[in-house]
């Protein structure tokens, strides 16, 4: 998992340039039942807020998203059609997820941005199903209210797992 997130993050960051700091427009809830996944970091990486996961099958997580976010999720092949700038980026991912997670994957683009003339995703939230169960990962500052007190418990728990 570490290995997807890594990749994920790089790919991102490498296909968009960082969008501009704002409040956070968006809040999004926690699937219910949910809990943190904690990994232990990578050396001279700091955690980050937060990644969840469930037992619950990925289509059931993806259609609850769907109802609560009033968006529609994207498999890999309609992200890649809608933002064709995304296609190398969603290749690593699938390299690094060893091709299990990102046929499950699905992608719901919840603010969109204009980058170079075109309108690209600046705020997403990627559904995967991986060996661990249904992953998901959601900012801190997207979680609303309740970001600080997930991000703290994320940190002790990671402390606890040093």
């Known amino acids: ?20 700091a704002h409040a956070a427009d968006r809040t999004i809830p926690v699937y219910p039942g949910a809990r943190l996944l904690t990994l232990p970091p990578e050396p001279g990486e700091t955690p980050e807020c937060c990644t969840f996961v469930t037992s619950d099958p990925a289509a059931k997580v993806t ?36 091709h299990r997670a990102p046929k499950d994957m699905r992608l719901f683009v919840l603010r969109e941005e204009p980058v170079g003339g075109k309108r690209m995703p600046t705020l997403t939230l990627a559904i995967l199903s991986t060996t661990e169960g249904t992953v998901f990962e959601i900012g801190e500052e997207e979680l609303g209210a309740e970001g600080p007190r997930w991000a703290e418990e994320m940190r002790r728990a990671s402390r606890a797992r040093r």
Do not use: T
């Not at 998992?1 to 993050?9: Q, S, Y």
């Open 63 to 98: 259609a609850w998203y769907a109802k609560a976010l009033s968006a529609p999720a994207l498999d890999r092949a309609a992200f890649e059609r809608r933002y064709p700038e995304f296609r190398e980026a969603m290749a690593l991912m699938a390299e690094a997820a060893e």
């Open 1 to 20: 998992m570490n290995v997807l997130r890594i990749a994920a993050a790089a790919a991102l960051a490498a296909a968009v340039p960082a969008p501009q």
